[in-house]
């Protein structure tokens, strides 16, 4: 048999090529495969199982604000997409373009839809006519295409899934309210569910998503002192309802027009788990999302009553947790391996000895700490467990996250501490000037990431220019 | 307040204009909405609400069948697409291709998914390598996108929601059971939670899809007496296997073609649930996928503690039912035609005398009859309704098919028969010649359908050419 077995395949260390560990794990937890659809990424059941976590918790956070999904067609005709005129520009350098429907030429171009305001102001111009109507807090989850010259797998592809919720308010502090408001369910799933420690802050003007007027994000620092966008959320004023003539009769029946709102987060999120938890044994996956929460391994399976009671272990936590018992053939070795690749939470490993004293060991992905508990005891160890592992995860990243974040006063200080330390978040005063904002990336490699919300007075004066600064900024590299 | 609330619109009666009929429904129950995309369609949260509970429902049995969720690229190649000879026949006419990126043309056009075989064997000729990677048993929930000419909401739209099984086996007789067992839940889906009888059966020949060696489908008789094809399972062979070049070892070491399945279901079906239940005063729902199950109309609210009284009521439904109360400031009339519109299984009205009579009226939706039940009795006279409404709909559904089922031996006898009862399912025997097919609908205006997996033998020769009968064929005029 040992010569079927699959074997667990080794995967570049983190520290040696950090980029090809990412790949690595991608391909070797199984979570997507390559096809000759370039830029574009197969996403393989565990994968999936991931994203379909992520759905069902964040679907239920938007419903219980009461939002509605909705589902709006895939293409954008060519003139819709031209209405506003700073989206366009935005997005018309990276779409895809349709232009036969079978054998013939279509009449005129469609896009295939990079996001989708355009279609919800046109539906919005149709369904809304009264203050009765509003807020209209829509929903989608599809997919959606950038023509991206270079790609990598969740981080950057030509099509991703994501969910992308557009709003529509009676008043500008209402659609300010629910722009932060969904920030910080971003913020809160990020930091709860996937143990991801964020920055909410407000992108810079030249950051801005195109036809915005303000977007908000939330940045998280990978391992490698990277950052990553994680997730947007913007205001848009009444800009594209006036582009798209959506107009309401308020309660002085007075015509005005509707605030808007749009949020999104993407498939990214996974690439943002891996590359946060991930270590040298491969995946390591928040509770929360894990496609399986727990593995119970039978060791010495051989041997009478093993696999009966390996089976009546796993059968008592199914009700509350996602459980997998391994019982084929492969060797405990092969299967702690095997489950160590694909981050589950928490292993259960239970053999004859332990069946005999009673107990069973809990093994914590993140750490790799082994705890001997009693069977009678088995589903409050097991709940906190978990909860340990979540702690113990954002605990470890928020610990990266600090030993990354330099306060620098100078352009100087920036170079030196990034050289002296890696890559890192630089906390550092900023102008306004965008002329600075360019000037410091140039001269040291990290663009602002953002504006925070929680704002901190570190200087008097800009990084760059010398002059008063107006606001703390967080600086990095990003993905 | 009278003047701003919104009316519950005329639509036309089924018997007028049942075309006409059907999009007022889509439109006036808040289904969907029209766009500039020409031939798609925006599914509103009241329809897309239907669609998730549809997804929820089936989602659940594949993956207790053991199903696993993927994700493929929405793009195919040109070169992939044409690797099947028949399959490229069948759909290269009516795809749509992808010429531009960004500004740039594309060395090779690609087509927006059509349906997945391509990508999924590609993907399954990477991945399968030894018996014991089969079976693969992969679902995909997306879009799709079919150039087609006339377009009707639901029932034809050139980019529609769906979800498409594609699993391999590795016996024929295996693929051949997962391609009737997937045949067998989506008619049971139908029947038990639709409320929709159907008839299980073989497509012909000339009718089975692009490059499948058999095809089954799930054939539904709507109201009008046109059938609809609700569902389809596919048994491939090893053809695709070969052409994609998937081969496995087997457990005496040969290398050999595994055997495809595929089989999908799509927001069609909630054409059919409007056309199979649907009625002069709009939707009627099946409890299993209405978005409300049970809507609460307080009568004469302004009186004390009738709000109060609403409110306990729907929040002891809550936990088990979906459940909304409707307290807003229209009148209850308005509120009975509203949610008669929205096709809301159960109505339950309450007024001060039921209060102090400590009852309530519950109104079934599908026949409008009207139950006083006793307060302390509510959830269980609750549960039995719906299980009423569920009977009562599948009865109504199954009779108006049996009564527009027509045995026939002769053309003339099925133009006799369609001319004196109107549209039906036609039974009839039939040679197994596809020109006696073609002649049939010729001259009777009724194609096959299917061939029923319950044979019946009702006559010895074929209804057209009079030659030995080899089967018993279901022929219909076809949405």
Same sequence: chains 1, 2.
């Avoid at 909705?70 to 003139?79: A, Q, R």
């Avoid at 390996?310 to 459980?323: F, Q």
């Amino acid at each position: 048999m040992a010569g079927d077995k699959k074997l667990v395949e080794q995967i570049t260390s983190m520290d040696v090529d950090f980029a090809q560990w990412y790949t690595d794990i991608c391909k070797k937890a199984d979570l997507i495969d390559y096809s000759s659809v370039k830029g574009c990424m197969i996403i393989r059941p565990y994968g999936y199982a991931i994203w379909e976590n992520i759905q069902k918790n964040l679907d239920s956070r938007f419903k219980a604000l009461g939002h509605e999904n909705v589902y709006m067609p895939m293409f954008i005709p060519e003139s819709l997409l031209n209405k506003e005129k700073d989206h366009v520009e935005g997005f018309a350098p990276e779409v895809a373009w349709v232009t036969h429907g079978g054998s013939e030429k279509l009449t005129e171009r469609l896009c295939v839809r990079p996001t989708s305001e355009t279609l919800f102001c046109e539906h919005y111009a149709n369904i809304i006519r009264s203050y009765r109507d509003l807020p209209k807090l829509y929903n989608q989850w599809c997919s959606v295409v950038r023509w991206e010259k270079t790609t990598r797998p969740f981080l950057r592809s030509r099509e991703f899934l994501w969910q992308e919720g557009h709003t529509m308010h009676a008043t500008a502090e209402e659609a300010r309210a629910e722009t932060v408001q969904m920030l910080n369910v971003y913020a809160d799933f990020h930091e709860e569910d996937l143990a991801i420690p964020v920055i909410k802050g407000a992108k810079t003007p030249s950051d801005k998503f195109a036809g915005a007027e303000d977007t908000y994000a939330i940045e998280a620092l990978m391992h490698d002192g990277k950052a990553l966008q994680a997730g947007t959320s913007h205001y848009f004023g009444d800009g594209f309802a006036k582009a798209f003539d959506i107009t309401y009769t308020d309660k002085d029946n007075k015509l005005v027009h509707p605030f808007q709102t749009s949020w999104g987060v993407t498939t990214r999120m996974i690439g943002g788990i891996i590359m946060t938890h991930g270590d040298d044994n491969g995946l390591v996956l928040p509770p929360a999302v894990a496609p399986i929460q727990v593995v119970v391994i039978p060791v010495a399976a051989h041997k009478p009553g093993v696999i009966e009671a390996a089976t009546e272990l796993a059968n008592r936590l199914k009700g509350d947790y996602r459980v997998k018992l391994d019982d084929s053939d492969n060797s405990p070795g092969w299967k702690f391996a095997e489950y160590e690749m694909k981050g589950v939470p928490l292993r259960i490993e239970l053999g004859p000895r332990d069946i005999e004293a009673g107990q069973c060991v809990i093994v914590t992905r993140h750490n790799l700490e082994k705890t001997v508990v009693k069977l009678d005891e088995l589903e409050a160890a097991v709940k906190a467990k978990l909860q340990e592992v979540r702690d113990g995860m954002y605990a470890k990243a928020l610990a990266n996250r600090e030993k990354r974040t330099y306060d620098c006063k100078t352009i100087d200080e920036i170079i030196e501490k990034l050289a002296a330390n890696g890559d890192g978040f630089v906390r550092a005063m900023w102008c306004g000037d965008p002329e600075c904002e360019d000037k410091v990336k140039e001269m040291t490699g990290v663009g602002s990431r953002c504006v925070p919300l929680e704002q901190e007075h570190i200087s008097d004066v800009c990084v760059c220019c010398g002059k008063p600064a107006k606001q703390l900024v967080y600086w990095g590299k990003a993905y």
